[in-house]
């Protein structure tokens, strides 16, 4: 049983340019959440999907936007990468509603030069 | 507003010590939801516990034990006679109930170190 998988592993961009980050989830979870994590820090929620639409979002500028597919996997895109935007980003998998525990992939480490 | 603290950056143990992780947490409702989770090297974060608000019995799942209490907002997490496997980051996240969203605030995590 496949956890969560997340592409690619590492990724080097530069200013100004978009990135587009992929997540499957877990096997039987609808429901995909988003983290960016720097450096030294604890993750920060991003944003959540279940049913194909964005249900909750952290507090992150509209360059950051989403999607999720029919089989829900789901992709983290990012517009007009600022050196800041260097981070790894976590993509967690859970089922439906509630507090039910997060299954979370190995990231995407992005660096912006 | 929501918030975690883990004062604890950095954590130097020998195998076989005893270590206890802090975690302090702030929130105004009633009914939440606290977790632990380990990141190794891999990057990957680990689950490891999951307590609801009104739950303040303490667990214990072989080595690792937690202890909550509510009244100090505080949800403690012991390692006992730790081994160098042990070494990872570990993060105290909260999550509050609004609505079924499983959003995570995540503390800023503490590093322990387990030399043999």
């Known amino acids: 049983d496949a956890g969560v998988t997340q592409s690619p592993t590492h990724l080097i961009k530069t200013r100004g340019q978009q990135v587009t980050l992929r997540c499957s989830p877990k096997s039987g979870h609808d429901t995909v959440s988003w983290y960016q994590q720097a450096l030294g820090q604890g993750p920060q929620f991003i944003f959540q999907?279940?049913?194909?639409?964005?249900?909750q979002r952290g507090n992150f500028p509209d360059r950051f936007s989403g999607h999720q597919f029919p089989n829900y996997s789901s992709e983290l895109n990012v517009n007009a990468l600022l050196l800041g935007d260097s981070a790894l980003y976590l993509c967690?998998?859970?089922?439906?509603?509630?507090?039910?525990?997060?299954?979370f992939g190995s990231g995407t480490q992005l660096s912006v030069l | 507003a929501q918030k975690v603290t883990q004062a604890q950056t950095e954590i130097s143990v020998v195998e076989k010590e005893d270590v206890t992780l802090d975690c302090v947490y702030e929130t105004r409702d009633t009914t939440y939801y606290l977790f632990w989770y380990k990141q190794p090297p891999s990057g990957e974060l680990v689950f490891l516990i999951r307590r609801n608000s009104f739950d303040e019995q303490n667990e214990i799942s072989g080595r690792y034990s937690w202890n909550f209490q509510k009244s100090t907002s505080s949800f403690n997490f012991t390692i006992t006679a730790s081994q160098v496997v042990d070494s990872a980051v570990y993060f105290c996240a909260l999550s509050e109930w609004n609505g079924g969203y499983n959003k995570l605030i995540f503390g800023a995590g503490t590093r322990l170190a387990v030399h043999p």
């Open positions: 967690a998998s859970s089922s439906g509603q509630g507090n039910e525990k997060l299954f």
């Open positions: 999907y279940y049913e194909e639409e964005e249900r």
